[in-house]
C-alpha cells in the first residue's frame, strides 16, 4: 500500500511490517511536527518493526522542530516495536546534525538496530529478507508515484495514489 499527504509519501508492507516514507514536497504550514506525528500514527495502526526513513530530501529542520522531535516525537517514537531502523541520510550537513543529535538522544532509548545509507538500494536490502521482496518494494514505489493524482484515505488520513486518467 502506498500513500501521500502533503509533505509525505509512505508505503506500508503488512507482510513485512515496514514503512518506508520519502519528503514529497515543499513543507506545508503545519510542518515537520504534523508530518512526523503522522508516522507514528501510522506505525502504530499497522504495527510496523520495519522503519525505511529516506531522510534525503527533507526540508531545513528549524530548532523549535528539533527540540520537538527530540522532546515530544522522541519518547513516542521509542515505544513503538521498531526492531530494525534504517536511514537514508539527508544531503545537507545542518540536518544530517540533527538526525546524529536525535539518535544520540534516544541511544539508550531505541531498542532498534540502526543503520545509516548513503543510497536507498543498500537501505532496501538491509531491510528486506531477499532480493525478489526488495524488488517488490521498489516496484510497487515506482508504480504508484509514476504518474498520480491523490485520492482521500479516511482510514489513514493519507491519500492514496491513483493512476491519471
Request: glycine letters at 4%; aromatic letters at 8%.
Amino acid at each position: 500500500m502506498v500513500y501521500a499527504s502533503d509533505s509525505l509519501r509512505i508505503q506500508l508492507e503488512p507482510t513485512l511490517r515496514l514503512l518506508r516514507w520519502a519528503w514529497a514536497s515543499s513543507l506545508p504550514a503545519a510542518g515537520i511536527p504534523a508530518a512526523f506525528a503522522q508516522l507514528l500514527v501510522c506505525s502504530r495502526q499497522h504495527h510496523v518493526r520495519r522503519w525505511l526513513a529516506d531522510l534525503s530530501s527533507l526540508p531545513l529542520v528549524s530548532t523549535d522542530e528539533q527540540a520537538w522531535l527530540s522532546e515530544v516525537w522522541l519518547p513516542q517514537f521509542v515505544r513503538l516495536p521498531i526492531r530494525t531502523l534504517a536511514l537514508v541520510l539527508p544531503v545537507n550537513l545542518h540536518n544530517q546534525l540533527v538526525v546524529e543529535s536525535l539518535l544520540a538522544d534516544g541511544r539508550r532509548l531505541v531498542r532498534a538496530d540502526v543503520q545509516f545509507f548513503s543510497d536507498l538500494p543498500g537501505a532496501i536490502d538491509w531491510l528486506t529478507p531477499s532480493a525478489a521482496a526488495a524488488e517488490g518494494l521498489e516496484r510497487e514505489w515506482q508504480g504508484a508515484w509514476s504518474g498520480w493524482k491523490c485520492q482521500p484515505d479516511t482510514v489513514h488520513g493519507l491519500h492514496s495514489p491513483m493512476l491519471k486518467s
